[in-house]
């Protein structure tokens, strides 16, 4: 099993450029969620999904659009990239409502 | 999203106890509350959950009382490796899934 899988690792962006992150998962996890890390200020949530067809806005969810049309896939896109959101973000996913996270290795996103 | 409040860093050298305590006032009904380990560069990874009262793995305890308000994560015998940042998170319950990380604990072992 791979897990959690996020493409690309690493990106540049010029301020207003749109681009997505991908995430995506072959565990069969109904529950996925993104979030940004920036220095000093721990992990912040920006979207969660609980479901195929279902997404909900966390505590920073402007600026990001997402979709959930399938299980396995829960890609976050930037609309109009900006140097505040210059940031690593995590894409996890879980079992269930409770149960434990598990996290692809990130993607490192600078903006211009 | 369920607000927790912890100790921003934390030292200890290396074979001793270490206790993080986490504040977790507002816990709603039937939340769980789990602690998450993270490196440089790594996503956070799981280490222990409970509900009340303790929880013991290979890793670490988890000290819950009943008022379910607070708790401790408890790393016996700390190495090197254990140097990393700590983090509370209550949810999965009535707080649904909206799971919130906060800043978590820093802790630097040395030898």
């Known amino acids: 099993n791979a897990g959690v899988t996020q493409t690309p690792k690493f990106q540049v962006l010029k301020t207003g450029q749109s681009m997505t992150l991908q995430c995506a998962q072959d565990?069969?996890?109904?529950?996925m969620s993104w979030y940004r890390q920036d220095p000093g200020m721990g992990l912040r949530l920006i979207h969660y999904?609980?479901?195929?067809?279902?997404?909900d806005q966390g505590e920073v969810p402007n600026g990001y659009n997402v979709s959930r049309s399938t299980t396995e896939d829960f890609p976050l896109r930037l609309l109009s990239a900006a140097p505040s959101q210059t940031s690593v973000y995590f894409c996890?996913?879980?079992?269930?409502?409770?149960?434990?996270?598990?996290f692809g290795e990130g993607s490192r996103l600078t903006v211009l | 999203l369920a607000k927790t409040t912890q100790p921003i860093s934390m030292d200890s050298y290396e074979g001793q106890e270490v206790n993080i305590t986490c504040s977790h006032n507002?816990?709603?009904?039937?939340?769980?509350i789990t602690w998450y380990q993270q490196f440089p560069s790594q996503g956070p990874r799981f280490i222990i959950q409970?509900?009340?009262t303790k929880v013991t793995n290979e890793v670490a305890s988890l000290f819950i009382p009943a008022d379910r308000k607070s708790s401790t994560l408890s790393l016996p015998r700390v190495s090197l490796s254990d140097t990393a940042v700590y983090y509370c998170?209550?949810?999965?319950?009535?707080?649904?899934?909206?799971?919130?990380f906060g800043k978590g604990t820093s802790l630097l072992v040395t030898p």
């Open positions: 999904s609980v479901g195929a067809g279902i997404t």
């Open positions: 507002n816990i709603a009904t039937n939340d769980y």
């Open positions: 998170l209550v949810g999965g319950g009535n707080s649904g899934y909206a799971l919130n």
């Open positions: 565990m069969n996890h109904e529950y």
């Open positions: 996890a996913s879980s079992y269930s409502k409770a149960g434990e996270l598990f």
């Open positions: 409970g509900y009340k």
